[in-house]
């Protein structure tokens, strides 16, 4: 089954998952391993996970703001989409503890907004992002597809790093 296939449950029910696969994709590892790369160019284990988890963020602000104003224009074309945003918010040496803790708590926040308010995965927003200058509708459904196909993506990521280094 596609991620499109899904009904709104399943969306709902693998997006409330993301946070225990976290921690099922980390489980038994030490600090210097979530330093492990596949190689010396791209990001270690902890850098994939704050990115995971940052750009959730991002997609529940524009959630949020879809949630209270369906329709409205969010403007996240100040996003650097590079390595910048991994550098500057240092990816590399930030502990991941607290980011993985408010993740869960803001996984439980925003689930418990969209069960309480009818259509919530039909409301959308207009958003601008940094490589399309043109405003885009998204669904609410959308978004949260996006997310679990980008939780997805990256978690492999994790794996091959696993599987390369025997963690």
Request: contains cysteine.
């Amino acid at each position: 089954m596609s991620l499109s296939d899904l009904t709104d449950e399943q969306i709902l029910e693998q997006y409330a998952a993301l946070a225990n696969m976290l921690d099922e994709t980390i489980a038994g590892l030490g600090e210097a391993q979530l330093n492990r790369r596949s190689n010396r160019d791209s990001w270690s284990i902890r850098q994939i996970l704050h990115h995971i988890i940052d750009s959730d963020f991002l997609v529940q602000n524009i959630i949020l703001a879809a949630l209270g104003n369906s329709g409205c224009q969010y403007d996240q074309s100040w996003y650097q989409t590079d390595n910048t945003w991994a550098e500057t918010l240092v990816y590399s040496k930030r502990p991941l503890k607290p980011s993985i803790e408010l993740f869960k708590a803001s996984h439980m926040n925003i689930l418990s907004l969209i069960r309480e308010i009818p259509d919530a995965l039909e409301r959308n927003s207009q958003v601008r992002i940094e490589h399309k200058p043109d405003w885009q509708k998204v669904t609410i459904r959308q978004l949260f597809l996006s997310r679990l196909f980008h939780t997805d993506h990256h978690l492999r990521q994790i794996q091959e790093i696993r599987q390369k280094h025997n963690l």
